[in-house]
């Protein structure tokens, strides 16, 4: 079993649409979670960080996590055209002295316009 | 966040060489993550490189392939050593750190190896 796990897509949603974007997690133990947005051909660029159950937003980004359920999501709000690309869920896995990431393999976003 | 720059950006080998990565950081941090993207994957971690100390491979990755420095707190190189066609590549950097967390972590632009 894949320790962090995200549908690849591709997901299409039409331009003014809320996107919305799922990752489970197998460690329990896990603290720290996040997501990236790579463009293709570039590094992954960090959008948000969530720590504890529930919402943050920043943005039109909202960040939603559900530890009793090992489920984080992340909804974008207005989505753009030039948010099409593939967005990557990321965890901190809860071995002591490892703060290393464990990454989902991604989904990819089409924005239409 | 700390801004971070790997050379070369890209570059193309031949198989049985061996390349070394660098990566530079414009602040002193105390852990770098070495990760590798292989082509339509996610990224994998080979390494986390601390200061004055031997570097902690992950699963699948030794150092006789990968050897990696880190003299100070703000530079590591990563070799890529005997490299064949299934070492390319992209080869990220990473560095924790940034407002409001110490478990962020922050990547550099990459660096894109091709081995024929």
């Known amino acids: 079993q894949k320790e962090v796990e995200q549908n690849s897509g591709p997901l299409s949603v039409p331009e003014g649409a809320i996107a919305s974007l799922n990752c489970t997690y197998s460690?329990?133990?896990?603290?720290?979670f996040f997501w990236y947005r790579q463009y293709s051909g570039k590094s992954p660029e960090l959008i948000m960080s969530i720590y504890s159950n529930g919402d943050k937003e920043d943005g039109r980004f909202t960040a939603q996590l559900n530890k009793a359920s090992q489920y984080v999501s992340l909804l974008i709000r207005d989505s753009q055209p030039s948010d099409s690309a593939t967005y990557l869920c990321a965890v901190t896995v809860s071995d002591t002295g490892r703060r290393a990431l464990t990454f989902g393999s991604g989904t990819r976003l089409q924005v239409q316009p | 966040s700390a801004v971070i720059s790997q050379k070369p950006s890209r570059d193309i080998c031949q198989r049985g060489t061996s390349l070394t990565i660098q990566c530079q950081v414009d602040?002193?941090?105390?852990?770098m993550f070495w990760y590798r993207q292989q082509p339509g994957q996610s990224l994998t971690l080979i390494a986390t490189a601390n200061q004055g100390s031997e570097a902690t491979y992950e699963s699948g990755f030794v150092i006789d392939k990968f050897p990696i420095s880190r003299p100070n707190l703000t530079f590591s190189t990563l070799t890529v050593s005997n490299m064949s066609p299934e070492d390319s590549s992209i080869y990220l950097c990473?560095?924790?750190?940034?407002?409001?967390?110490?478990?962020?972590?922050?990547f550099g632009p990459g660096t894109r190896l091709t081995v024929l």
């Open positions: 602040s002193q941090v105390t852990m």
């Open positions: 460690d329990r133990g896990s603290q720290s």
């Open positions: 990473s560095v924790e750190g940034g407002e409001g967390s110490t478990d962020t972590q922050y």
